[in-house]
C-alpha cells in the first residue's frame, strides 16, 4: 500500500500507543481516526494512490493521534516540558493535534481539488480548502461534545480542556492556522509532486 519504512512506523507508534495507555477508552477515542485513516488509504491505494506528500502527512498526523492516545493529550511529556521551558499555564499538546487538523487536511483537500478538477484557479481551490478544513474541525468540536455527553468519566480526558473556557475557539483558530501555513508552505512541493504524479482514474 505505501512505502515500507511507512508502515513500520505506522505499526510500531499503534502497538507502543495501545500498550497499557493511560486510559483505554481514550486511547480508542483518540486513535479511532488514525484507524479509519488507515482504511481508507487501504481501500483507495490501487485506484487513488496519493502523492509521497501527502501520505506522509498523513503519517505525522496519526502518529500526533497516537501519542495523545497513550498518555492522553493533558499529559504527553512533550507537552509538559514545553509548558515548563516556556512558562505556560497548561499542557499544549493537544493544540499540535488541532494545528495538525488544519495543516494535513488542507493539503488533502487541496490533492482531491487539484486531481478530481473540482475548481478552477488557485485563489477559489486556496479558499475552498481552508473552508474544508474549518468544517472538519468544526464538526470534530461536535463529536468531542457528543461523546464527552456519552462517556461521563472519560469525557475530561478526552476533551483535555484543563480548565481553558476557550479551549473550543482556540481549537479552531489553531486549524484555521494550520491549514494556511500548509498551502503557504507546501504549495510549490505539492504541484511539483502532483505533475509527476498518474491521474486518477476515469472509471
Known sequence: MTHPLWQMIFWSVLIWSGWQPKDMLTWFLEVFPALIGYGVLLATHRRFALTPLITWLILLHMVILMVGGHYTYAEVPLGDWVRDV?????????????????????????????????????????????????????????????????????????????????????????????????LFALTGLHDRQLAQWAEPSSE
Not at 488542507?106 to 485563489?123: P, S, T, Y
Not at 455527553?149 to 480542556?161: D, K, N, Y
Open 86 to 182: 516556556l512558562g505556560q499555564s497548561r499542557n499544549n499538546y493537544d493544540k499540535l493535534g488541532h494545528f495538525a487538523q488544519g495543516f494535513v487536511p488542507a493539503l488533502i483537500a487541496r490533492e482531491l481539488f487539484v486531481r478530481l478538477r473540482v475548481v478552477n484557479g488557485r485563489g477559489w481551490t486556496g479558499f475552498l480548502v481552508v473552508c474544508v478544513c474549518l468544517a472538519i474541525s468544526a464538526f470534530y468540536e461536535l463529536i468531542e461534545w457528543w461523546v464527552a455527553l456519552a462517556s461521563g468519566e472519560a469525557a475530561e480526558a478526552f476533551l483535555g480542556m484543563q480548565g481553558y473556557v476557550w479551549d473550543t475557539q482556540s481549537d479552531m483558530f489553531l486549524a484555521l492556522i494550520g491549514a494556511i501555513c500548509a
